[in-house]
């Protein structure tokens, strides 16, 4: 009913930047949150940045600083602006959504959908 594609990830050299997007499509009629989490190998998901409808974005330590979100809600997108990659940043990043999502005949449910990651490579 709605899904998530994420894009932007690959190989870029420490020091370097990268721009991640995901874009929400299917029956939406409002996104009330959308995150950006990362995976790297044997280790946990974890968040990296977020921004709720009507609120600040949110940010891991490590992302502070160097990572900004972004929303454009006329498009349903979400980016995430990466700078100063370094190798501690490897990961599959995926992109997570609340989405409030219109039923037929009427009315509507939220549902949580994640995107199926893009991979960030960052050389040591």
């Known amino acids: 009913q709605v899904d998530l594609v994420e894009s932007g990830g690959g190989l870029v050299q420490a020091g370097g930047s990268l721009s991640l997007s995901c874009a929400a499509s299917g029956s939406i009629f409002s996104i009330d949150e959308m995150d950006w989490y990362r995976q790297a190998p044997g280790k946990q998901r974890e968040l990296v940045a977020g921004?709720?409808?009507?609120?600040?974005?949110y940010y891991s330590d490590s992302a502070l600083g160097r990572f900004t979100i972004s929303r454009d809600n006329a498009k349903n997108t979400v980016s995430l602006q990466m700078n100063s990659l370094n190798a501690e940043d490897t990961a599959v990043y995926y992109c997570?959504?609340?989405?409030?999502?219109?039923?037929?005949?009427?009315?509507?449910?939220?549902?949580?959908?994640w995107g199926q990651g893009t991979l960030v490579t960052v050389p040591s």
């Open positions: 921004i709720k409808t009507g609120s600040t974005p």
């Open positions: 997570y959504a609340k989405v409030k999502a219109t039923m037929w005949p009427s009315g509507y449910r939220y549902l949580e959908v």
